[in-house]
């Protein structure tokens, strides 16, 4: 029988199902499977996909929290009828039976595949991206609003630390701060903010803000410029030019600038704001990030790179701040879930919790001038207002990940009673892993000064972490399949490429009922796939029977192997002749001065070949981002 193009949501959870039941099938008889299965369709029928995207994630968050040891689970409170005598949810209550006590908490000896397991049926639909409601949408943005202007109630908190630590002036400690914060005593403060400022005064010592090679961003820009236009400068702050000047860095050379003299002249010097745009992020609503300004942007890049080269350098802090590499804190969390020595921390809101008056508070003045110099100091939201920002930076700007980070590991490494907790802070943007014994003073400090822990998704007890992606669970990888992209009905390079991906996934963790579903539409709505042992370089599948594999194929004879007729995916390229070449050396510059910077620290640098600096004068290509197409070729 041909399957039908489009997939069903409520049989991928029965292919689940069936994948789980029959790894354990000692346990679960036929009636129990088929009562299970009727359950979760009906329920899905009655509820629609919100059953499945945010119904049963509720559940797993509550079980998590079981998991953890800090909240037993209550499944009459989340609207799941309970097992007789038991807190325990009928519905997979086989699997909850073999990990938690009918009063909802952890059993002795929990099985650690039922964890699995469990957390695969309840999470699979957790990122589902479908469209989101205005009332969704408004919710995020007045969230914004509301966290920038809380920040107002911690400026006097701030303003007092700063002025006790320069001698400057001579204020009262404030008598109190806005609920939902943690108070420290004032001297306490004062000393952890002191010890902070030393730790990132020398970091800093011999950074130079100036030494940076400016660029530009993959994603929009507030003002709105395409691709080619961006390096037509129109409009450059006097708040960025007061520190980088124009003629040095926003032109290829001299030259450059002499050329253009007639628009150098007409360029102005506002502050423009920054846009909000809303981008997906789970079933739960959007997620609300900045575009910044082009000229922003362009130096935000630069000075951010620049940080980050820094910080993964130094001996100060590339062992314990991470911007590249998530292992340090996957490693973490799984050692963290079996020992128990490590917890980890989720920060909530990060990047809008870290005010400015906290980054002026910390880091030494002569970088504080450059970093206020390229920042957006107010954002345009989607309803057409414009605000001022209280935090430093919204995310979207280049320099919110990296200061973020630096401001979380400072003020932790600054509190730590003894040099083993400093070597065992690691920091991953808002993603932070501290010796449990250090856990619950790392959070009421980090709360002093504004920041706040998402205490439903920190660990700090029982044997279940989550950290970079990683959940684990008595030091065994229980990371469920998380799907995101929603199945096409019509050939799609988006939903080819993820559906391939989740596929695979399914596979490596052994659900191959999953997998042999996914597949069975994909071969029939694509045709033949290749598989990953033909080691072709486009998406391909675990495994298929021999008649699903590609068979048209040919001999080239120049690279002297065997290619396929396959489907790929590629960026849809722009071709734009029409930018001068002045536009077209400067963004050759922008993005190789990286590659000879690194090239001529070393004593093998080398004179660019002719054909380099042929290239400066031909490129008139871009790439869109987040836009791809479906081509047939040789691979």
């Not at 963290?336 to 980890?344: I, N, R």
């Not at 207002?385 to 600054?414: Q, V």
Request: aromatic fraction near 10%.
């Amino acid at each position: 029988m041909v399957p039908n193009k489009s997939l069903d949501e409520s049989k991928i959870i029965a292919a689940v199902l069936h994948d789980v039941y029959n790894s354990c099938g000692v346990v679960f008889n036929n009636s129990v499977r088929r009562n299970t299965l009727n359950k979760v369709f009906n329920r899905t029928a009655s509820e629609g996909l919100s059953f499945l995207t945010k119904t049963l994630p509720r559940l797993g968050k509550a079980f998590d929290k079981a998991l953890t040891c800090s909240t037993p689970l209550n499944a009459s409170e989340l609207r799941f009828e309970s097992q007789p005598g038991s807190q325990l949810p009928k519905l997979f209550g086989e699997l909850f039976n073999r990990v938690l006590q009918p009063n909802g908490t952890l059993l002795p000896e929990p099985c650690v595949n039922s964890v699995r397991a469990i957390r695969q049926l309840l999470y699979l639909f957790y990122k589902y991206e479908l469209p989101y409601t205005v009332e969704q949408e408004q919710r995020v943005v007045d969230k914004f609003e509301k966290t920038d202007r809380d920040l107002l109630t911690v400026n006097p908190t701030l303003d007092y630390i700063k002025g006790t630590i320069n001698e400057t002036m001579s204020l009262r400690p404030p008598r109190y701060i806005s609920r939902g914060y943690t108070w420290l005593k004032p001297r306490t403060q004062i000393h952890i903010a002191r010890e902070a400022k030393l730790l990132l005064t020398r970091l800093f010592a011999s950074f130079d803000p100036k030494d940076i090679y400016p660029r530009h961003g993959p994603g929009a820009v507030a003002t709105k410029q395409q691709l080619w236009d961006k390096y037509r400068w129109t409009n450059v702050s006097a708040r960025i030019t007061k520190h980088y000047p124009l003629d040095e860095y926003f032109y290829a050379s001299l030259g450059h600038v002499c050329d253009s003299v007639d628009s150098f002249k007409t360029i102005t010097d506002n502050s423009l704001p920054a846009r909000v745009v809303l981008v997906p992020k789970d079933s739960r609503g959007p997620r609300l990030i900045s575009c910044e300004p082009v000229d922003f942007q362009w130096i935000q890049q630069g000075l951010g790179s620049a940080i980050v080269k820094l910080v993964e350098n130094s001996v100060l802090t590339k062992r314990n701040v991470f911007f590249t590499d998530q292992e340090p804190n996957r490693r973490g969390a799984q050692l963290g879930s079996l020992t128990g020595k490590y917890a980890t921390l989720d920060l909530n809101e990060a990047s809008d919790r870290v005010s400015l008056g906290l980054v002026r508070l910390l880091f030494p003045p002569h970088i504080c001038e450059y970093l206020e110099a390229c920042r957006s100091s107010a954002t345009v939201l989607p309803d057409g207002r414009e605000i001022e920002l209280n935090k430093f930076a919204p995310m979207g700007s280049c320099l919110c990940f990296p200061i973020m980070a630096l401001t979380i590991w400072s003020i932790l490494t600054a509190a730590a009673p003894d040099a083993d907790t400093r070597e065992c802070i690691y920091v991953y943007g808002d993603d932070v892993i501290v010796p449990t014994t250090f856990v619950e003073d790392a959070i009421i400090i980090l709360e002093s000064f504004g920041l706040k822990i998402n205490r439903d998704k920190s660990c700090t007890s029982g044997f279940f972490r989550e950290s970079c992606g990683m959940d684990a669970f008595k030091g065994v990888n229980v990371t469920p399949v998380r799907l995101r992209t929603v199945w096409s009905s019509f050939r799609s390079p988006d939903s080819y490429t993820s559906w391939i991906a989740y596929a695979n996934s399914f596979y490596d963790k052994g659900y191959y009922s999953v997998y042999d579903y996914i597949v069975e539409h994909l071969h029939h709505l694509y045709g033949a796939i290749p598989t990953k042992d033909m080691n072709l370089s486009c998406p391909s599948l675990r495994a298929v029977s021999e008649h699903q594999r590609p068979i048209r194929s040919r001999v080239n004879s120049k690279l002297q192997k065997l290619e396929y007729h396959v489907w790929d995916v590629k960026s849809v390229v722009v071709h734009h002749s029409n930018s001068e070449g002045w536009s077209k050396l400067l963004r050759y510059f922008a993005e190789k001065a990286n590659d000879f910077n690194c090239k001529s620290t070393t004593m093998q640098a080398s004179e660019p070949s002719f054909d380099e600096f042929h290239d400066a004068f031909s490129v008139s290509s871009y790439t869109r981002r987040r836009t791809s197409m479906l081509v047939r070729g040789w691979r």
